[in-house]
């Protein structure tokens, strides 16, 4: 099995800035795209950014230029640094894995979520 352990959220306020972390457990043989995901408050879960194993990144439009995502292959870790939040980045922040188990195919995980609230 594979688990997906975020933390890092919290209570800013606007302009302020907060990182998640997201470490990736279990028996892992190899871990390929990696990425952030939010939801808000009675909307649909959406991307925010995702990192390649190769360190490829893209992100969503609404939060380019502010949050810088990037992991730690030696770690099986990946990040989120945001910067400048806004309130409409409250949400709850989900860890997503592609990952190869050992003696498995590759398989897409999540973890269970941090919450992010910006707010004055």
């Known amino acids: 099995q594979v688990q997906l352990v975020e933390s890092g959220g919290g209570l800013v306020q606007p302009g302020g800035s907060l990182r998640l972390s997201c470490a990736a457990s279990g028996s892992i043989f190899s871990i390929y795209d990696m990425g952030w995901y939010r939801q808000a408050p009675g909307k649909q879960r959406e991307l925010v950014a995702t990192?390649?194993?190769?360190?490829?990144?893209n992100y969503a439009d609404s939060v380019k230029g502010r949050f810088t995502i990037s992991r730690d292959n030696a770690k099986n870790m990946v990040y989120l640094q945001m910067n400048s939040l806004k309130p409409e980045d409250t949400a709850v922040y989900y860890c997503?894995?592609?990952?190869?188990?050992?003696?498995?195919?590759?398989?897409?995980?999540w973890g269970q979520g941090t919450r992010v609230a910006v707010s004055s």
């Open positions: 990192i390649t194993g190769h360190g490829s990144t």
């Open positions: 997503n894995a592609d990952v190869r188990r050992v003696g498995a195919s590759r398989e897409d995980y």
